[in-house]
């Protein structure tokens, strides 16, 4: 019994004599990432990295081809409306809006497309987006006057762009990991093939069909080609379990995120005025109608060429450092070979070299946005990245036409340049950032602490400009 005793009494002693943990700032962090997430590694989907998912890459290539090909093919539209004055009283700029307008509306309803995933799911938003595309080619043969173009062809054309585009962009990553900018890069070449295609097709159309029938055969073709696609196509939602926030303006409270923006932001204007203006610029300098397809052909042709190499490169040498560098080659190809080509041989050439990179934003935009949100956050995070470009896509055409009716090409040539000048600054600063962030990182497994997950704040995110950030050798 009094053995007993004293252990009993030993007991509370000991209870009061363990230490008294000390919460700080640091212990709350690493209960915060050691908490619900210590087995982060063993929970985090690991995606196939092929199988099925080169279906899905052949997909959304056909999706690109007959959305954003089909948009590259208004530069023909537009040169031939101009030449032959087709609506009476409308002006240059009107035509001009047109195409930005059908870019910009795609990129408007980028929060109606994420809450259509969500609520209806992947496949049926894909199907209302082919419903739209093909009506708003058919409703264009029947135009009359010039506004009835702003609603099929702007409006109309736009949403559907949006829901099929911005749907099968957010869907494609979550089939691969290593192989990620790859398959991008060659579902995005879809655009460059489609306008190809179309920029011919719809040059031979004009000529030999008329406007009319040439866009019933538009909607045919678009019809048949995105109802195929949205049928094969499949998304992995359970498994990767995506964030199902439709519109969060936080995002844009990110530094990375508002780099991104305006890495996009800068790059449009520039973007938009090559791929519509290149017609119009080739019959400025004497060259035909026929000659001036053929250059927006060809620049679509350098898209389709250029894309897969770019996303490869990516994989290998870091897609944020590919990205900055491309972007920055379009500035020097716009001001080296677009400024003095005064020949068709000449623009033949720039339109090839410059299409293999004009396009970089969008090839590389998506691994990008994951590099830096991880793949739970993207779909919401690439819907408010896109967001914000609605103005330049809308007005950019429009800017152009006003600064080479008041000045002449030259400046809207240099106009362009330095757009993507400016928006290679914007990603070599995010790249900046990155370093901080892989640094920071580094440290942490250093001493022996979890990493914190892409996307959650940062103690860096107030000093994120740094010159080993900006010179670093390194892959990022």
């Not at 309803?109 to 987006?129: D, H, Q, W, Y």
């Not at 035909?288 to 490169?313: D, E, F, H, M, W």
Request: aromatic share 10%.
């Amino acid at each position: 019994m009094g053995g007993t005793n004293d252990v009993r009494q030993e007991q509370p002693q000991q209870a009061t004599s363990l230490p008294t943990p000390a919460f700080n700032e640091e212990t709350i962090e690493e209960q915060q990432l050691t908490g619900p997430q210590l087995n982060v590694a063993e929970r985090e989907d690991v995606p196939p990295d092929g199988g099925y998912g080169w279906v899905v890459t052949a997909c959304v290539f056909m999706i690109n081809a007959h959305t954003w090909g089909v948009n590259a093919a208004w530069g023909v539209f537009l040169a031939h409306f101009l030449s032959e004055s087709t609506f009476r009283g409308a002006t240059h700029l009107q035509y001009a809006l047109i195409g930005g307008l059908s870019i910009s509306q795609s990129l408007l309803i980028s929060p109606l497309v994420a809450m259509s995933n969500e609520k209806l799911g992947t496949r049926v938003s894909l199907l209302f987006g082919t419903v739209l595309v093909s009506v708003s080619m058919l409703t264009s043969s029947f135009a009359t006057e010039i506004w009835h173009l702003f609603l099929s062809q702007g409006a109309c054309f736009g949403y559907g762009m949006g829901f099929l585009y911005i749907t099968a962009s957010a869907v494609l990553p979550q089939w691969f990991s290593k192989r990620r900018s790859l398959a991008v890069g060659l579902a995005s070449s879809g655009a460059g093939i489609g306008g190809l295609a179309y920029n011919l097709g719809a040059g031979a159309g004009l000529a030999d069909l008329g406007w009319r029938w040439t866009y019933i055969v538009l909607a045919i073709s678009t019809l048949v080609v995105n109802l195929t696609s949205a049928i094969l196509l499949k998304d992995r939602n359970k498994l990767v379990q995506p964030q199902k926030r439709s519109f969060d303006i936080r995002e844009l409270g990110h530094v990375s995120t508002l780099l991104i923006v305006c890495w996009g932001w800068l790059t449009e204007l520039g973007y938009i005025t090559l791929l519509y203006s290149l017609p119009n610029y080739a019959q400025s300098i004497g060259l035909t109608a026929k000659q001036g397809s053929i250059v927006g052909a060809v620049l679509n042709l350098g898209l389709a060429i250029g894309r897969p190499p770019i996303g490869y490169c990516s994989d290998r040498f870091g897609r944020i450092n590919v990205a900055m560098f491309m972007t920055a080659l379009c500035g020097v190809f716009c001001l080296a070979i677009w400024v003095p080509a005064k020949s068709y041989a000449v623009l033949l050439v720039f339109a090839l070299f410059a299409g293999t990179v004009t396009g970089t934003f969008w090839a590389t935009v998506v691994p990008v946005t994951a590099e830096i949100v991880g793949m739970q956050r993207l779909p919401l995070a690439f819907g408010m990245v896109v967001l914000p470009l609605v103005l330049p896509t809308t007005f950019a055409e429009g800017i152009a036409l006003e600064l080479v009716s008041t000045s002449g090409y030259l400046t809207a040539q240099v106009f362009v340049g330095c757009m993507y000048f400016a928006g290679a600054a914007c990603i070599w600063g995010l790249r900046s950032w990155k370093m901080r962030e892989l640094d920071e990182d580094k440290q942490r497994e250093r001493e022996g602490r979890f990493p914190i997950p892409a996307g959650s704040p940062r103690r860096h995110d107030h000093i994120w400009l740094t010159p080993r950030g900006l010179l670093s050798p390194k892959k990022v």
